[in-house]
């Protein structure tokens, strides 16, 4: 892989405000907090465990490894820990907030009890917010294989709840199955969460192509467009997400573990910016990838030979398309362009 010099220090890109947008509850479990578990159920991991990361080499192992994990998670204490590990770990990077993908079907002893898990959830947030004052908030997500009926169940739930931790309704999933992403199924349950006023954020452009995300943005409203790389295999779908200004949360070390580009220097993170698209730096799936926000940034700029000026223009757009609130977002650009 070609490297290039990257005259950013790491110091100055962990000190970088900015914040995190594509990161999932389900890839941010620390190993520490199911071993117990793990080691009372008898049951090892799918795949070999060295320092708390994963040997995760394929979307198999990936999802393998988070169905063995999530079943481990019975108690709230645990749930509360891994948001509080998410403020730590946000604080480390220089995030100021992250919005945070939870899918409530990958965590069998939390069926039929979103409330309580919520509430879990929310408590290990509050604390980390008031000890590193990273705030946070929950996209909901729905799963492609669900039916249109249960994805209404979902939000018709989360409207019900009204709980104030959660910002967005999501939908990820393999989206390669069938007819492109089956966006027409969900479209109902999209729609209804707008009018509610959840904020709509959605996978697609990674399993499925840019069909995948015209639909995400056409069929579900999605205001921003989790992967959405793969918009680049029709240039019609390229200009439709740049003039809509519809941000793309691009997950570099991600796509390449996962085998959607070959390499870091492969990315097409640089032809989306050349094409007027919108994009931030995210990690995905951090503690199953063995990475974390800062690196991410200080990888991609080596990869691509950035200097300061296009890691705070990736800052900025992640600011920008968070679900924080508006005084929050405002703040943290405020933070931004007193740090550049
Ligand atoms: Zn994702």
Known sequence: MTTHATAVSEAWVRALPKAEVHLHLEGCVPFEVIADAAAASGRPPPVPVTDGVPEVASLGDLLSYLDWSCALVAGPEQLEQAAYRICTRARAAGAGHVDVIVNPTH????????????????AGFRAGEADYGATSGLCVSLKRNQSRSEALEVVDRLLELAHPRVVALSIDGNEAGGRESHNDRFAPAFERAAAAGLRRCAHAGESSGAG?????????????????????????????????????????????????????????????????????????????????????????AAAFGWGHVQLAEMARVSIESSFADEDRRRELLRQLDAFT
Do not use: F, K
């Open 212 to 300: 995948g995300v015209r639909e995400a943005i056409e069929l579900l409203g999605a205001e921003r467009i989790d992967h959405g790389i793969r918009c680049l295999e029709d240039a019609s779908v390229t200009a439709l997400v740049a003039s809509r200004g519809i941000p793309l949360d691009v997950c570099p070390s991600s796509n390449v573990v996962l085998g959607v580009v070959p390499a870091l220097a492969a990315h097409p993170l640089p032809e989306l910016l050349a094409r007027g698209v919108r994009c931030s730096i995210n990690t995905d799936d951090p503690l199953l990838y063995g990475v974390d926000l800062a690196g991410e940034y200080h990888s991609t």
């Open 107 to 122: 965590w069998p002893r939390w069926q039929g009890r979103l409330e309580a898990m919520l509430d879990a959830l929310d």
